[in-house]
């Protein structure tokens, strides 16, 4: 049975830090590129950041950069996005999600690219 599981999500002040897992099962995650997705209330699922099978290439949304690092262990079958300096505007559900890609080095933030989606785990940035 295929599913990704992601935690981590919880309360914390502006500035803080958190650190977000998703634990995959039931595929082999090596042929997947992967990426985290964010829907806020009222507003549409966004991209957030990505990183190909190989791990050589991510990507990520221009308000995110410098604070946030994705990243995987395929060997752990896990993926993370570590995130610092949050701000309110972060406050939404996050969700992990993998994508069958042919091409080790790519990956995209288009939501159709994404096979499998974990359940979604909360964040909330607010003093």
């Known amino acids: 049975q295929v599913k990704l599981v992601d935690s981590g999500g919880d309360l914390v002040q502006p500035g803080g830090s958190l650190r977000l897992s998703c634990a995959a099962s039931?595929?082999?995650?090596?042929?997947?590129?992967i990426g985290w997705f964010r829907q806020a209330p009222g507003k549409e699922r966004e991209g957030v950041a990505c990183i190909s099978r190989s791990g050589i290439r991510s990507n990520s949304l221009n308000s995110v950069k410098g604070r946030f690092t994705i990243s995987r262990d395929n060997a752990k079958s896990m993926m993370y996005l570590q995130m610092t300096d949050l701000k309110p505007e972060d406050t939404a559900v996050y969700y992990c999600?993998?994508?069958?890609?042919?091409?080790?080095?790519?990956?995209?933030?288009?939501?159709?690219?994404?096979?499998?989606w974990g359940q979604g785990t909360q964040v909330i940035v607010s003093s």
């Open positions: 999600a993998a994508g069958w890609s042919p091409y080790p080095g790519i990956c995209g933030l288009i939501l159709d690219g994404y096979n499998y």
């Open positions: 039931g595929f082999t995650l090596d042929n997947y590129h």
